[in-house]
């Protein structure tokens, strides 16, 4: 089974603060996912990359950008903090395209 | 496009008895479906996953889901439940085709009483 670790698994910051999230696999797989996760919202799609320093756009991309350096990281960063934030953030790893995607534990992230 | 409904936001079952689940979809394309299970705190781990070979389709810890295409139903049933078993699941779909986003379910929370 794929193994997929976030960094954080609580993170307290400050409102205006740069936030970076990462997340890491650590079975090649291509896919990678960050989503936020709010009560009544469901799990949200921030963005996603298909490879190597590819990405794109989720449903809900703003305030957010992200950095795949290497295949097996994919980072999310905040960055100009606001409390609207807050929120569980999960990252996902998937091989196929039409396999299930992997979840990391999520990083519960309050900004104050 | 796809889309999926969790038909209950909350099941409550009694300790030994059998758990349903209930999720209907909705797909263009041949439909891959998953169920999901979140203990609180925890990330999402799949408990099994349909991908248009059997339609039954057997899970860890002893679920199971049926694909019924007649019914657009996926849901998912376990004979016994445990107190373990109390948690969020969500109900997921996407294609066969390509890339299509997962479509997540709103949840169910199963809460499993002594």
């Known amino acids: 089974d794929v193994k997929v670790t976030q960094s954080s698994r609580y993170l307290v910051k400050r409102t205006g603060e740069k936030v970076f999230l990462e997340c890491v696999q650590d079975?090649?797989?291509?896919?990678m996912f960050w989503y936020r996760q709010d009560p009544g919202l469901g799990l949200r799609l921030i963005y996603f990359s298909y490879d190597v320093k590819m990405k794109e756009k989720g449903d809900i991309p703003e305030g957010y950008s992200v950095s795949r350096e290497k295949k097996e990281r994919f980072s999310l960063i905040l960055e100009s903090a606001s409390t609207n934030q807050t929120s569980m953030y999960l990252c996902?790893?998937?091989?196929?395209?039409?396999?299930?995607?992997?979840f990391g534990d999520g990083t519960r992230l309050s900004i104050l | 496009a796809q889309s999926v409904t969790q038909l209950d936001s909350h099941v409550s079952v009694s300790e030994g008895t059998p758990v349903l689940l209930r999720c209907n979809y909705s797909?263009?394309?041949?439909?891959?479906l998953f169920w999901y299970v979140q203990h609180p705190n925890k990330g999402l781990q799949l408990l099994l996953k349909y991908t248009s070979a059997a339609t039954l389709v057997k899970g860890i810890n002893g679920f199971e889901a049926e694909f019924k295409k007649s019914e657009t139903s996926f849901h998912l049933t376990k004979p016994s439940a445990h107190m373990s078993d109390a948690a969020e699941y969500f109900c997921?779909?996407?294609?066969?085709?390509?890339?299509?986003?997962?479509?997540f379910g709103t949840g169910t929370r199963l809460l499993v009483s002594p």
């Open positions: 997921v779909v996407t294609a066969n085709t390509g890339f299509q986003k997962l479509v």
């Open positions: 079975m090649d797989h291509e896919n």
């Open positions: 797909s263009s394309y041949s439909p891959s």
């Open positions: 996902a790893v998937q091989g196929r395209w039409d396999q299930p995607q992997h």
